[in-house]
């Protein structure tokens, strides 16, 4: 039986790991949003969504990935907003598009934990697997 | 968990270990780490000693790659790590080699109060900063900056905020640097890092940051202690935060710039995170105009909670602050990369320091020690874990001679934040700390677990292990009576 796509949280002396699995690459980035998203707590949507939207160039897909995780991570820190919905338009070697819906934060239902410092280059690697895709990356707390 | 640090550790003497300049090919020095033989096996237990020898690797590094008693896993560099370059060799700075949390750092605050005057108030105290000291993800500050003043305050640091009335003119003979690194470029600091910075200064942040009301429970050295204006039985009250979100995007903004400047010079690195460029290079200064606009921007943030700590204070005890004799004994960064001159081979060379976790630690007759403490040294701020204690200590002449002016910062982790969940399950953090007598607050419980006391090295072991090797003497412990977490 195939498996869905997933992210879980691995431990890292001081910081923390997020590991992401999917049957595509494109597949990564909804997981790897959610995965973002439960290592800073419970952050919960709330109010009228706008769209997002962000396209990045690069070299290397794992480099692309951390720099959408910083962009997801921007919105939050920034505009305290959370995608609920993401909409991948292409993840090739040298390009990642992504639409998305962008809700203000409910803050009286989120439970905020950790404050992500950025996404790092620590263990950062996107690679293919028997069965999909595999990503991971440490974020810094 | 990362594997085992499997290479070679040879003992040097009772507090140091070297790793060969043989072990890999690109090592320019040795690896030095000063740790016991209790610490050391601690040390061995993950890849941080891989990342002093990859250290070692970098351009113009003089000396030895160095590390610290409270070593951990980090980022390119492991925290703890020290490395010096000199620039006039191709010598190279590495935004590693600082962090994300550009000038993190600690400052302590004396008071005229003693443990009779605050336990029975120490709820409310603690209470109270909670209120008033904005902590937690993401917490907007009381104090807004607009574009024209933040840029200033990137300039000027804590002396742009102690001359709006944030602090006294006394508190920046006793900050690192003045609080304010006079080469910043507030022109080299993002838009982006410029909006995460707007409301946050004067913010805890979140994490291991906090805000500590502590009693001096021991003194180690009455000369140091007096000169640094405590006592046994004072209250004191220690600040742990840095730059927030402003400098953890310079530090992030950098590390993107920089990802192909080493090929572009030719540099070979063993690990990307090492991400660096000739400190005279055009990505080099720009590097470090906006770290340092970043550092000042910490030392600001530290004056205002300074201030509304002094404020808690006074309200509390009907008194001013300065009747409280709530004076600055010191504020030390320990993310930083600072110039500074050192005697290397027989001549007198300006190094770029790297201090990554690690504290600087000037000894007695040091022109940058202030003046009161000149005949003693510069304090040095090691805080613990919340439960146990933290340590004052002082600068030695050894600390010159092999460490660039640096010394250990703090415990060190040793359980993973999962870990600490994990143990932390079933159990009430708050009310264990209470039943020793320590008043904790925090914005939620998962964050207390994982910061609870367990997670952290013994910062006494830390303490003895550098006060044993001759870097750093120790003055003064202080035990917490009353911790707000971040």
Not at chain 2, 127 to 134: E, N, R
Not at chain 2, 201 to 219: A, P, R
């Amino acid at each position: 039986m195939a498996r869905l796509a997933h992210f879980e949280l691995f431990e890292h002396t001081a910081d923390l790991g997020v590991r992401v699995w999917a049957p595509t690459r494109a597949a990564l980035i909804a997981p790897a949003t959610e995965g973002l998203y439960a290592a800073i707590g419970e952050v919960v949507a709330g109010g009228a969504a706008a769209p997002w939207s962000v396209n990045l160039a690069g070299d290397e897909p794992a480099l692309l990935l951390r720099d959408y995780l910083a962009e997801v991570l921007h919105l939050f820190d920034g505009a305290r907003r959370r995608l609920a919905r993401v909409e991948v338009q292409q993840f090739t070697d040298e390009c990642l598009s992504v639409l998305g819906d962008a809700c203000p934060v409910d803050m009286g239902r989120s439970v905020l934990v950790r404050e992500i410092k950025a996404i790092t280059y620590h263990e950062l690697a996107l690679r293919r697997v028997a069965d999909g895709y595999e990503a991971t990356w440490i974020v810094d707390i | 968990m990362s594997e085992a640090f499997s290479g070679p550790l040879e003992r040097l003497d009772h507090s140091r270990w070297r790793i060969p300049r043989s072990y890999k090919p690109g090592m320019r020095v040795d690896g030095i780490i000063y740790a016991d033989d209790q610490l050391i096996e601690q040390i061995r237990s993950d890849k941080a000693p891989e990342q002093v020898a990859n250290v070692a690797c970098l351009p113009g590094i003089v000396g030895a790659s160095l590390a610290m008693p409270d070593i951990h896993w980090g980022y390119g560099f492991c925290i703890g790590g020290v490395a010096a370059t000199d620039p006039d060799a191709g010598g190279v700075i590495s935004p590693g080699g600082v962090g994300y949390d550009i000038n993190c750092g600690v400052r302590l605050i004396r008071t005229d109060l003693s443990r009779a005057d605050v336990q029975p108030r120490i709820t409310a105290i603690v209470d109270q900063l909670f209120q008033t000291i904005p902590c937690g993800v993401g917490r907007g500050g009381r104090v807004k900056f607009g574009q024209a003043d933040l840029r200033r305050l990137l300039a000027e640091g804590s002396r742009f905020v102690v001359h709006k009335g944030f602090g006294w003119e006394s508190d920046l003979e006793v900050t690192e640097a003045g609080g304010c690194l006079e080469h910043a470029n507030p022109d080299f600091v993002s838009p982006r890092a410029l909006e995460r910075g707007t409301d946050q200064c004067g913010t805890l942040g979140s994490g291991n940051h906090f805000v500590e009301v502590q009693v001096v429970d021991e003194i180690a050295d009455p000369q140091a202690a007096a000169a640094f204006g405590l006592q046994l039985g004072q209250i004191t009250l220690m600040i742990h935060s840095g730059s927030r979100g402003l400098g953890y995007q310079v530090c992030d903004d950098a590390l993107k710039d920089l990802r192909n400047v080493p090929a572009r010079y030719g540099i070979e690195l063993p690990d990307r995170q090492l991400a660096c460029a000739p400190v005279k290079s055009p990505e080099g200064q720009h590097y470090l105009g906006g770290m340092q606009a970043a550092a000042n921007f910490a030392w600001a943030n530290r004056q205002i909670m300074t201030h509304l700590a002094r404020e808690v204070f006074s309200g509390i005890f009907r008194r001013p602050p300065e009747l409280l004799g709530m004076r600055l004994v010191y504020d030390v960064a320990h993310n930083i990369a600072k110039l500074e001159p050192y005697e290397v081979g027989g001549r007198r060379r300006t190094l770029c320091v790297h201090r990554k976790g690690a504290t600087r630690a000037f000894p007695a007759g040091h022109p940058e020690v202030p003046a009161a403490y000149r005949h003693v040294g510069q304090p040095v701020l090691v805080p613990g874990d919340m439960g146990r204690c933290s340590w004052v200590l002082v600068g030695q002449p050894a600390a010159m001679e092999h460490t660039f002016g640096t010394c250990c910062h703090g415990a060190g982790r040793v359980m993973s934040r999962t870990a600490a969940i994990a143990a932390a399950k079933g159990r009430s953090i708050e009310k264990e700390l209470l039943s020793q007598g320590i008043v904790v607050r925090a914005p939620n419980a998962k964050g207390l677990a994982e910061e609870q006391p367990a997670a952290y090295k013994d910062v006494s072991l830390v303490a003895e292990a550098v006060h044993a090797s001759g870097i750093s003497r120790k003055v003064a412990r202080l035990r917490p009576l009353g911790v707000i977490k971040g």
